[in-house]
């Protein structure tokens, strides 16, 4: 079929924006594999500030998704120097390196449910301090915890629930009891002092305690909002 002068300046149109995308498309990949400065932090002051920039830019949808390229993977094949470690909720709705807007190898992150501690759980942190040598923990709990709801609920009927979650409310339940019935929101103070109690028990611990005395590390408790993607530190 013979080729009108409307469809020959049609075809040229779309060889042009074929082209366009072509020459796109590379420059794009290039981006991506550039690679980004790894952020670093001499002290804790610092890591909570990264942290908190972060946060901000998370909360702003205005993430910037650092460290993912090609040549950040490569860099880490070798080893790993996180500047913090997280211990937050199991919860899917809470990732550390989403809410604080960092990369590959930024964060050394633990989670159980309730930032719940166990022997697993501790041990990763004091891997952390030891090896890693992270100048700051961070225990972040969040709005609407459903395993301090399940304390709460514990609490409230005297019944723990069955096998596995029961064992894992039953270490919430002496925060919940020890919190004063007396506010707004009863089950987001209870996750605020749940977040505080567990930041205490890890100063008091014998070994990551000891780098708490020697000034090496420093540990905060904070509490992430769910509603407003706004991480609040206690």
Aim: glycine letters at 10%.
């Amino acid at each position: 079929m013979a080729i009108t002068r409307r469809g020959a300046f049609k075809a040229s149109l779309i060889g042009g924006v074929g082209a366009a995308v072509a020459t796109t498309i590379p420059a794009s990949v290039a981006w991506a594999d550039t690679p980004s400065a790894p952020p670093v932090a001499r002290d804790a002051k610092e890591a909570l500030r990264l942290l908190k920039r972060g946060n901000q830019r998370w909360a702003r949808y205005a993430s910037t998704h650092p460290n993912e390229s090609r040549s950040r993977r490569a860099q880490l094949v070798d080893g790993q120097a996180p500047f913090a470690t997280v211990l937050g909720c199991a919860d899917s709705r809470v990732p550390p390196e989403l809410v604080f807007d960092q990369g590959l190898g930024d964060l050394f992150t633990i989670r159980s449910a309730g930032q719940v501690l166990d022997g697993s759980v501790l041990g990763s942190l004091t891997y952390a301090v030891e090896h890693l040598h992270t100048p700051l923990i961070v225990v972040m709990g969040h709005q609407s915890c459903g395993a301090v709801d399940a304390a709460v609920q514990a609490h409230r009927t005297g019944q723990l629930p069955p096998g596995h979650v029961g064992g894992l409310v039953a270490e919430i339940l002496e925060v919940v009891e020890s919190t004063p019935d007396d506010g707004e929101d009863f089950l987001d103070d209870c996750v605020r002092a749940n977040a505080e109690h567990i930041a205490r028990l890890l100063a008091e611990d014998p070994e990551i305690g000891e780098f708490v005395t020697n000034g090496e590390v420093e540990i905060v408790a904070a509490r992430y909002g769910l509603e407003d993607s706004r991480v609040s530190w206690l």
